[in-house]
């Protein structure tokens, strides 16, 4: 019987080879690529048997996309490491915000603030905005995407004027309607220095479950894609007019 096999990808740019796929059914990796017919190579291979068969194929086809697994098992991390990602990555970190709220913001006193009078206070000596600043100051890149609704919840217009605080140290606030975000994947993450994803998990009450690191190659690469889509298309926080 024929295998079921699924187009993984390839580097090429011309005529695909070489490439990756994947079986279905076993979850087997098939390698399309240059064979390997010197008799000297050939002696050279260890533990090859007489009905294999070698091909070449570019390192980089492997490490951009071979699967580490056939289905990816959550690795968390606990809070403490996660906001260790906020002081030590090299050169930019960047999130996309899909949610009509968060549970954090609502138990903010910010927030209460906000509620109470329209404009939300900031205490600019909370560690979140020193480290922001420290590395702002040190030619880091930090931002985000917020999808909005139309009109907006209370919790994104509160967002939204909190932006101003954000952007005073150094942040990159942006905004995009959520029908303009219709080809994005409804995932909250930061992506670090475009190596490492930080998936956060929530529950149906806006609660942060737990957050799930990512650093396959291809899955990295689709978060990227990701985020360029969405600052292709969002525009800066002072620029966004909701109605309510």
Not at 8 to 18: A, R, Y
Not at 122 to 135: L, R, T
Not at 217 to 239: S, T
């Amino acid at each position: 019987m024929a295998r079921q096999l699924r187009f993984t990808g390839t580097d090429s740019k011309v005529d695909g080879c070489p490439a990756l796929h994947t079986d279905e059914g076993t979850g087997e990796i098939i390698v399309q690529g240059t064979p390997v017919t010197d008799p000297g190579d050939l002696a050279q291979l260890q533990h090859f048997g007489p009905d294999e068969a070698a091909v070449a194929v570019p390192r980089e086809l492997l490490v951009n996309w071979g699967p580490k697994e056939m289905e990816r098992v959550p690795e968390l991390v606990d809070r403490a490491t996660f906001r260790r990602l906020f002081e030590t990555f090299k050169h930019t970190a960047w999130r996309l915000e899909t949610r009509r709220g968060y549970a954090s913001d609502r138990e903010d006193r910010d927030f209460q603030a906000f509620l109470d009078t329209g404009s939300s206070p900031c205490d600019f000596s909370d560690p979140w905005f020193v480290n922001i600043k420290a590395q702002t100051d040190a030619g880091k890149t930090v931002g985000r995407v917020r999808v909005a609704d139309n009109p907006p919840t209370t919790e994104q217009l509160f967002l939204l004027d909190y932006a101003r605080h954000n952007a005073a140290v150094g942040e990159d606030i942006r905004y995009l309607w959520r029908e303009d975000a219709a080809t994005l994947p409804a995932e909250d993450f930061w992506i670090f220095d475009s190596r490492l994803v930080a998936l956060l998990h929530f529950d149906d009450a806006d609660n942060l479950l737990n957050i799930e690191p990512i650093t396959e190659p291809a899955e990295v690469v689709r978060y990227a894609i990701v985020r360029d889509a969405a600052m292709h298309h969002a525009v800066p926080f002072d620029q966004f007019a909701p109605t309510e």
